[in-house]
């Protein structure tokens, strides 16, 4: 598993890479904790290719102090061979 730092997205291998778009989203639906980033990257020639990459996490408060949740991470093809190389 490759861990998402989303401070990271637009940058590969310390370089540059243009974002076209993003979108993030987070809140509460009862007693649900809800949260999605969404971005796709611009072409950088010499650095990486276009690439679209989208994280999401839900929460629930399960008691007054216990929480239970989940998340996940998908990413295009080209995205995944930049994480990989530590981008």
């Known amino acids: 598993m490759i861990p998402f730092f989303s401070r990271r997205i637009g940058l590969v291998a310390g370089r540059e890479q243009p974002i076209l778009l993003g979108t ?29 990459m989208a994280s999401a996490r839900v929460k629930r408060n ?3 102090d216990r929480l239970s949740g989940s998340s996940r991470r998908s990413a295009t093809r080209s995205a995944e061979q930049q994480l990989a190389r530590g981008a």
Do not use: Q, Y
């Not at 971005?39 to 690439?51: E, H, L, V």
């Open 24 to 52: 993030k989203i987070n809140g509460r639906i009862g007693r649900t904790n809800v949260g999605g980033l969404v971005t796709r990257t611009r072409d950088a020639r010499g650095i990486a290719p276009a690439a679209s």
């Open 62 to 64: 399960v008691l007054a």
